[in-house]
């Protein structure tokens, strides 16, 4: 194989300093560290309001998939973020404050609680909250957890590499088999293990 046929996707892959912004950021709107927890105090006309009670969340018969009770889908599940700012709150309503910013529009979130018009989400480093539903999107997506991962012209590593996608990079999530799933980013598209990618499940076939 022609080096030539080995496109590095420089231009259209995240950085390592993007790669960082996929972390959830801390208010205010500087980037501070991600690891960095919003301080500031609760206004101080409002009062202290409880979380509600999530509400319980029964498999259904056959022991099928558990559902979400306010849209019936599956629990867990994958969306993704539809905005490029996403604030991420204590609890499910705007009385609570605000704990995280998700930055990066596209990035895989994995829903894990519904309550209301508010859905409990997760990013890879498993921190997030409470994000309201018209933030999310039902559009795939996936995160490359693989350093300089090839992505391939057929579910075969004896086929011919498109491109070469760098950690950090989020790509539209197409088909997948038990073991791979084709994926786009950047105006190239081609077929990834499905190991090295996160916001698909193991077991998850999609065509």
Known sequence: MRLS?????CSF???????????PQSRPAAVVPAAVMIEEPAPAEAPAVASPPVRAIEPIADAGP????ETNLPL????????DEGNVRRGPSLSHRIDWVYLRRGMPLQVTAEYGHWRRVADREGLG????????????????????LPIYARADLTSQQEAILEVGV???LGDCTTDWCEISTGGYRG??????????????IRD
Do not use: C, M
């Not at 892959?13 to 972390?23: K, N």
């Not at 867990?76 to 905005?83: D, E, G, I, Q, W």
């Not at 559009?139 to 957890?145: D, F, K, Y």
């Open 129 to 148: 909250g409470w994000v309201h539903y018209s933030l999310l999107s039902g559009n795939r997506t996936v995160l490359i957890e693989e350093d300089l």
């Open 191 to 204: 077929w990834a293990e499905k190991e090295a990618l996160w916001g698909v499940f193991p077991d998850e």
């Open 66 to 69: 558990i559902l979400g009770p």
């Open 13 to 23: 892959v995240a950085s390592a300093a993007q790669a960082e912004r996929l972390r």
């Open 76 to 83: 867990p599940r994958f969306v993704s973020l539809k905005t």
């Open 170 to 172: 989020i790509a539209r």
């Open 5 to 9: 046929h080995l496109i590095v996707l």
